[in-house]
T-cell receptor, first 115, second 112 residues
Framework: KAGVTQTPRYLIKTRGQQVTLSCSPI?????VSWYQQTPGQGLQFLFE???????NKGNFPGRFSGRQFSNSRSEMNVSTLELGDSALYLC??????????????FGPGTRLTVL | DQQVKQNSPSLSVQEGRISILNCDYT??????FLWYKKYPAEGPTFLIS?????DKNEDGRFTVFLNKSAKHLSLHIVPSQPGDSAVYFC???????????FGSGTKLNVKP
């Protein structure tokens, strides 16, 4: 069974640009969550999508947005990039929603560098 | 505001000895806790979890202890092996199993 895949793995952008990251969950998983990891801050929850709907949201500005397609694949978009957006962006998929504990499987992440 | 804190950025332990990784939290409403392990260039992988109705959960060499009154969580690895060298994250949620608050991680180095 293929794991969670994220593309691209590395990305370099300049301030003011926008970027789109992609995540393909494990087959059969309907929930996709996105996290930002920066040194010293750990993983910070961005948002979660389930059945094409954003169901949970973290405390990030509106420049961070996402969507989920009918095949459960998800994209995350960051507009008007700032230097502080440089981070590892991780996506995690799980089988069901938030009604019971279920393991989240993480992808390898996309390393975004903003110059 | 960091609701989950791992105050030790790194820990070094001799192979065969016990590794104890600690995690503190501020939100008394957290009711589900997990530990993840992360190797370089890979995403975190789930290790062990515990619900707030328990104070201990064991899985092989890994045991998680929960002290609700102290708002403290710890992961014990016995015996430690060089392959356990990784960054360990604790995470917590409030009645929502898909929205987690993570600590900043502790890098464990197990020396042969």
């Amino acid at each position: 069974k293929a794991g969670v895949t994220q593309t691209p793995r590395y990305l370099i952008k300049t301030r003011g640009q926008q970027v789109t990251l992609s995540c393909s969950p494990i087959s059969g998983h309907r929930s996709v969550s996105w996290y930002q990891q920066t040194p010293g801050q750990g993983l910070q929850f961005l948002f979660e999508y389930f059945s094409e709907t954003q169901r949970n949201k973290g405390n990030f500005p509106g420049r961070f947005s996402g969507r989920q397609f009918s095949n459960s694949r998800s994209e995350m978009n960051v507009s008007t990039l700032e230097l502080g957006d440089s981070a590892l962006y991780l996506c995690a998929s799980s089988r069901t929603g938030d009604l019971a504990p279920n393991e989240q499987f993480f992808g390898p992440g996309t390393r975004l560098t903003v110059l | 505001d960091q609701q989950v804190k791992q105050n030790s950025p790194s820990l070094s332990v001799q192979e065969g000895r016990i590794s104890i990784l600690n995690c503190d939290y501020t939100n008394s409403m957290f009711d589900y806790f997990l530990w993840y392990k992360k190797y370089p260039a890979e995403g975190p992988t789930f290790l062990i979890s515990i619900s707030s109705i328990k104070d201990k959960n064991e899985d092989g060499r890994f045991t998680v202890f929960l002290n609700k009154s102290a708002k403290h969580l710890s992961l014990h690895i016995v015996p430690s092996q060089p392959g356990d060298s990784a960054v360990y994250f604790c995470a917590a949620s409030v009645g929502n199993f898909n929205k987690f608050y993570f600590g900043s991680g502790t890098k464990l180095n197990v020396k042969p």
